[in-house]
């Protein structure tokens, strides 16, 4: 399996992205990305950074990227917004909403390594694509583990859930409630230039 192995924190700097949108609370880097820079950055550039950007948040690589914005272009509706939604409705994206994982680079590792259920059956593939009325939960022997014991119980570490999301903390479950919109990614992005620039 391809992994994407950039350096959090510098690649945050270089991207503009909070290093809170990654699930990582005290990354810093001493790099000064850009500072040296003193042209007024190209249309082309600002493109290729939006996508750069939500390839890094979500852990994925080009070739798949592209194939979401294949599909994006064919179904109904705004092609930015629904490339978005795809990357919201991956599993690995699901389990870090649902606070199961700290990252969702770690999401991703966790699901691979087969820790997740999805409506009783394992599921292994971190771009599987979630549906509503589907419930995602730990599985039964992957429950007894420290990383997961620590999940439940008063000193429960707090997980702001979205809206399209249900939490059952005690369970170790999470259901889809409906399908993501694009109000509901939680980092700023500007999708139109990703658009314009497949289109180009």
Known sequence: MAKNMQPIAKRCKALNV????????????????????????????????????????YGILEKQFSSYYERAVRMPGKA??????????????????????????????????????VDGKKVNIPSYQVKPEQVIAVRERSRSSVLFTKLTGEDAPFVTVPEWLQLDRNELKGTVLRMPVREDVDFPVEEHLIVELYSR
């Not at 606070?99 to 969702?104: E, K, L």
Request: aromatic share 8%.
């Open 80 to 117: 930015g917004d629904n490339l978005l939604i795809l990357c919201e409705r991956r599993l690995d994206n699901v389990v870090y909403h649902l606070g199961f994982a700290q990252t969702r680079r770690q999401a991703r590792q966790l699901v691979s390594h087969g820790h997740f259920t």
């Open 18 to 57: 909070s290093p809170s949108a990654m699930g990582y609370a005290r990354k810093e880097t001493t790099r000064h990305a850009k500072s040296m820079m003193r042209k007024k950055p190209t249309e082309y550039a600002m493109q290729l950074n939006e996508k750069q950007k939500v390839k890094f948040v």
